[in-house]
């Protein structure tokens, strides 16, 4: 694999998989294969479990992780091209990125969508200009459309939940039905989680996909074509075998809230509708707001399951990208 | 040791003492004991030596030690339990915690008070909530009423002092006068300190232990008792050994600044009221307020020995929840 | 070497280069000579090159690197000689100094200059404090008035090109034309770059100097002493070898902008003027004002190679003051 920016740029998702749980089983299994490589990790945007899984999983290959904070501990970059720098804007991509690529073996990179203008964040601009500009690896710790750490950890989580030998009678033979809910939330957030979990789930191509959300939530056909588009959140949640809780803004009249109907929230007596459903969420998450207490401190919930795996996700990237190197 | 929050969770605390003095002899004996081990270290408020020293602590013992600040890196946490959050926290402790339990052997966290509620401050509710939701043992970087790796420190700089070849007959059969003296600064600061010194120098058990302050900045009993309190501080620095400078703000009436008198600031004419006292002070500290140029350049003061101490208390303490792991 | 916070501190300036390139060839041949040792990085101000590219040096010797974020991280340091701390200042350089002299075996210090007071910036009273109090190796990551680890790298860059085989000829028996060209900016900036830079080629003393600025734009002769000062830029362009742009400030009527021409801003048609000279930048740049698009991005800038060159030199400097340690 030599970037990492989206499900496409993974040759073999089952492979992937089975290496991060792999490394769960054996975590330091790999602790020279990074030995004299180093990561840089970029962040534009705040990050918690991102950062720090990514750290922890850098460490376990025997590698070097070097965190900067652009904003705070240097200074605000430029990515237009040809742009007269006179304004607040320090330090273009163009200079930036080739130097990131002369220091690290692998580049990690967060930076959110500014929820303005769509056209911009859905150009993916400032991660396309570090992947054109650094010449080395990329890996996306969170773009403007897309998080496909989070992604690919979601993936090892239902999966994992089902090899379990109590479950696997439950899931032979059959696909596992996957909901994706909308939930509410008081500010307008990125698609960027929803539309990563429905890329993933769609290259998965093992799940009965149905994604429920009001109207006017709609997300980008170009991550969500394939699942199952259902506006009456009871109705999608019938039988559901995982139900995946987030918020998102809108997409088509972009970055707001319309309706923010509170009933959408999920609570036990929703979840009786499911199939003893797993309760997933990226995190962070609003309490009683966008999940309830009851959910999240209830038997369903595989939240903190969910954020643990994200350090075998992370391994199993920056191990493929070095192997491949 | 499990958790490291205060003198309570210290089985024993000469062990502990002889340790960090072995750790101050030898630095790198145990340096595979935290091989493949991880600390987090959680600032929800700014920090340099308790910082730095862990930091230092950690890779002497092999230990991989991964920084984050709360408020700039990532964002507020919610410690009170049910809450319905739709204000400006944005995540629950009780979704962080269990996942730094994840990443992390040892969770290190930096909490102040608010100084406003004396009830919540006296809570310790950040503190408690990390320990009730992480799963893993917690070391306090200084929470919202005590200080232990500081107060570890203070007691081992006396310790050493004392059993330097030319000052063990002065000691000899007889405790040391140790007196904590209040100082004005220029705002209000927490009780932490003095909290915890005391708290110690109680534990400890080896000392004539007398605290003197204005009236109105009397200490929570539940960490002075034992010690002998004292308004007049010239009267408590006679033949004192060893004076603790520090200011704090008011206990009873919470949080507030009293008489401010720029008559307790420490001098060499107060100090020639003393037995030769050795100086010490926490840091940072407020030249010219708090303590005098004169002292703190003086061949009295303890300050940059007490600091360079940090390391091996910290040491010590990583090293015990290590080995009773 | 003991400190690096100016070229009067190099005994052998080309023994540096020379060990710089050879950790260019060999990047982990030194990697022992670290262990065990810990540089503590302390940043006053903002750091993106100088801040990761030593930190990668410290990793390829063995050394642990602590990075302090001085202001964010910790507080406000006070550096006047028996101040009254009753403002903003919160710990005397007096106290921190010499706990980091504990806590690490060389320190790193980035600090900007005001650019008010002339006097104060020119005494780099930060830096001096530091030396004067820490205890141990100071390693300057930019002062107030000099920012030596670029320099030594702008040395080994024009040296490593000059080496080339294909070169080498072009080069032989006649030393290199060196020119020094002031560029508009938005901001007024230190003369950190522009006096360190003809600090070390003055000291290196194989080139022909040359340096161009409007009027008004001297900069000290403690610095410049040895070169060739001339006002007409296309003049001084004439069969440069090595054109290095940087914008400035004034001097004399101090920390101003004077002219702030765009004409002086380097393009492919003053290139035309020269001997094919590779065009340099300590960065960040910004393009299409200080330097054009069509310069940055043509086959004559040396901009990355020259920021690649900040590890090797890093390494050097450290190795350096290991070995003399």
């Not at 959300?213 to 559901?240: C, M, V, W």
């Not at 992370?314 to 191990?319: C, S």
Request: charged share 25%; glycine share 4%.
């Amino acid at each position: 694999m030599m970037h990492f920016t989206s499900v496409q740029d993974v040759p073999d998702l089952q492979q992937l998989v089975d290496a991060a749980l792999a490394y769960k089983a054996d975590p330091y299994k790999d602790e020279n294969l990074g030995k004299r490589k180093r990561i840089g990790m970029l962040f534009l945007n705040p990050s918690m479990r991102t950062r720090l899984s990514t750290q922890v999983a850098a460490q376990q290959l025997g590698m070097e992780a070097v965190v900067f904070n652009v904003g705070s501990e240097g200074w605000a970059l430029e990515f237009e091209e040809e742009a007269i720098m006179s304004g607040t804007t320090v330090e273009h991509v163009k200079d930036a990125a080739p130097i990131m690529g002369k220091y690290f073996d692998i580049l990690c990179i967060r930076t959110f969508p500014s929820l303005k203008n769509k056209e911009d964040d859905y150009s993916e601009l400032y991660i396309r200009q570090f992947m054109k500009y650094a010449g080395i690896p990329i890996v996306s710790l969170e773009s403007a459309t897309l998080h496909p750490l989070q992604s690919l950890t979601d993936i090892i989580t239902m999966q994992e939940y089902m090899r379990q030998p109590s479950k696997a009678a439950a899931f032979s033979g059959r696909k596992p039905k996957v909901v994706l809910t909308w939930a509410p939330h008081v500010k307008p957030l990125p698609q960027c989680v929803a539309n990563s979990f429905a890329q993933w789930v769609n290259a998965w191509g093992e799940a009965d996909f149905v994604i429920t959300h009001p109207e006017d939530y709609e997300l980008s056909e170009a991550f969500t074509k394939g699942a199952r588009i259902e506006y009456n959140q009871e109705e999608a949640l019938k039988d559901a075998d995982f139900v995946y809780v987030k918020n998102w803004s809108t997409f088509t009249d972009y970055g707001k809230i319309y309706n923010n109907d509170p009933e959408w929230m999920l609570t036990n007596e929703k979840l009786a509708l499911t199939n003893e459903a797993r309760v997933m969420h990226c995190l962070p998450v609003r309490r009683n707001v966008e999940l309830s207490d009851e959910i999240l401190d209830g038997p369903n919930s595989l939240v903190t399951t969910q954020a643990g795996n994200r350090v075998w996700a992370a391994q199993a990237v920056l191990a493929s990208i070095l192997r491949a190197k």
